[in-house]
Structure formats: structure tokens, C-alpha cells
């Protein structure tokens, strides 16, 4: 076992030029690895039953959707203060193996859902969301600037997002395709959040924390591509 020290490495934004690509580097090669394992997870979830289980599960009552959230909430807390954990390597990587298996579960929900409505949403939903990780993460490395200050406008939008998510499952409305836009404007926030802290804010041995950072917020923004795609096909 390999312990590491919180503070391990340089600010990127102080390191030296191949220390900051290097960590560059190592960040988005471990994101491409999350999502192909992520990728791999979701296939088995649908292929082995256990995603049309999940969906029956929650069909039961509208407080199993608040119990899933509730558990996916903590195991997401857990999962991110693994990965930021200075006592080992491998700590880091079980927090982000951990968030990955979790976010896979619980996204099977809108990807079951479209597979059943029209299986092309997903692949426009893939590719809309390529494009626009792509167009913000060019934003954050051309213009250089540190967008660290939208951590606390992106936290208050999250506890209002949540704060209606919790009133759409207790009062049984449909949050529809307005508020999937929001999201993806909110998620496309979080994207260039996660960048530009890569450029600025992270030491360059935190890799493994940058990557799941980065991963949770695309992550987001396909769930509500996703479901802004499905509400606009449906005319909701």
C-alpha cells in the first residue's frame, strides 16, 4: 500500500509545464477509463435483469425514489472523500470505482427508458454531449480563466434543483422539458467548474480526485440530455 500525503505535488496552476500536462494527461485518461467502464457496467445492469428489477422497485412508491436518492447522495459523499484521500493510492481508486458503479445503477432509469421509447435517443444523447464537453472544455483551456468562483452559485442551483426533484416525487407532478434544459445548463456549468479546477485549483498527484470530479458532472449533463430528449420526443 502507497500513502500519500493530502498535499502531495504541486498547484497545478504553479507546477511546472510538463508536471501540469502530465497531470492533464493522467486526468483525462483516467476519465476515458471511467466511462468505458461505466459503459460496461450499465450493459451488465440491462442485460442481467437487474435495471427492469430497479424499475419495479421504485414503481412501488413514490418514498422508494427519496430512499435511492437519499442512499445515492451518501454513497456519492463517500465515494468523492475516498478519492480526495491522502492514506492510499488505492483508497482513491475504490472511491472512484465506487462512484462509477453507483452512478451506473441509478442511471439505468432513463437509459431503460429510452431503449423502450426510441433506442436512437441515446446515441444523439452521447454525441450531444461529446460536443458540448468538448466546446466547454476548449472554453476553460483557451481562455484560461479560473471559474472556481462558480462553486457556490452551482451549490445553491443544486439544493434548488433538488429542492424541486423532491417536490416533482411527493406531489407527483412532471418536471418535463423545461426543466431538462435547466439542468443541462446547470450540468454544462458543472463541466466547466470541474475543468477549469484540472487547470487551477487540484495538486498534481489528485488525478484520481480530478477524474471522478469531472466524470460526476458529464455524468449529469447525459442523464439530462438524456431526459430533455425524451421530453421533447414525447412533447411534454
Known sequence: MSFLDAGTGQIVANAAESERAAFIKRTYLHLGGAIAVYAVVVTLFLQTGIAQAFMGFLSGSPWMWLLVMGAYMGISMLADNWAHSGVSRERQYMGLGLYIVAFAFLSTLP????????????????????ALVGGLTFTAFSTKINFSFMGRFLMIGGFVAMG????????GFSLGLWFSGAMILFAAGSVLYSTSNIIHEYHTEQHVAASLSLFSSVGLLFWYVIQFLMAFTSGD
Open 164 to 171: 424541486v426533484i423532491v417536490a416533482a416525487i411527493l406531489f
Open 111 to 130: 437509459i431503460t427508458r429510452a431503449l423502450y421509447m426510441d433506442p436512437s435517443i441515446l446515441l444523439h444523447a452521447a454525441l450531444i454531449t461529446a
